[in-house]
């Protein structure tokens, strides 16, 4: 399809796990978002490429958490030593560009990886 | 201390009748506001957008409203269809969010139409 795709839908974890969650954006997206959603809450940024660079990782809770983007097109959250605070359901998101306020900057979600940690 | 505040958790509205969806936030750099659409089990759809230099914005049913002044923008959706129960969430985005565009949720509020 044309859209934003995530993998698995849903993974369970047994704490001190290692995870890792794939997203392919929309073909010839620049920017590529990550969110994690936890239950009853909006989607809160976690990081930010533009092509291959990761350009703000701000929004990371902890260093067990680390995503990648190396050819610019598929991105991989990896998070270490998975805890259960972990659970969450993690959302993908891609734009033409970023910045601004055009019309290619609205970013399109994936379906998201439902993360389970017990 | 929440950016964008969706302070309806729920609405309950009558086929036909008009959907007021409420946000408020607080940061002034805010210069992008987008209205997503999610339904159970999917990831947000984009619904529509309004940058901070306009104070309307229309497309088909739904409609965009900013005020600056008060820190507050609505989506009206009229007539209200039963297709349209979702979780709506407010999002801005801006220098004062997100040097690089990305996005401040609201918590969302979940829109029932009834039939």
């Known amino acids: 399809g044309a859209g934003v795709s995530q993998s698995p839908r849903y993974k369970v974890a047994k704490r001190g796990q290692d995870v890792a969650l794939r997203c392919d954006p929309i073909s010839g997206h620049v920017s590529l978002f990550w969110y994690q959603q936890a239950l009853g809450q909006g989607p809160e940024f976690l990081t930010y490429?533009?092509?291959?660079?990761?350009?703000?990782k701000s929004g990371l809770p902890s260093d067990r958490f680390f995503a990648e983007r190396p050819e610019g097109s598929v991105s991989t959250l990896k998070i270490q030593r998975t805890q259960q605070e972990d659970s969450a359901v993690y959302l993908c998101a891609s734009s033409l560009a970023s910045g601004g306020v055009l019309a290619k900057n609205i970013q399109y979600f994936g379906a998201g990886t439902r993360l389970s940690v017990l | 201390d929440q950016q964008v505040k969706q302070n309806s958790p729920s609405l309950s509205v009558q086929e036909g009748r008009i959907s007021i969806l409420n946000c408020d936030y607080t940061?002034?750099?805010?210069?992008?506001f987008l209205w997503y659409k999610k339904y159970p089990a999917e990831g947000p759809t984009f619904l529509i957008s309004i940058s901070s230099i306009k104070d309307k914005n229309e497309d088909g049913r739904f409609t965009v409203f900013l005020n600056k002044s008060a820190k507050h923008l609505s989506l009206h959706i009229v007539p209200s269809q039963p297709g349209d129960s979702a979780v709506y969430f407010c999002a801005a985005s801006g220098m004062g969010g997100g040097s690089q565009g990305n996005l401040i949720f609201g918590k969302g509020t979940k829109l029932s139409v009834k039939p």
């Open positions: 940061n002034s750099m805010f210069d992008y």
């Open positions: 490429f533009q092509n291959e660079a990761q350009l703000d």
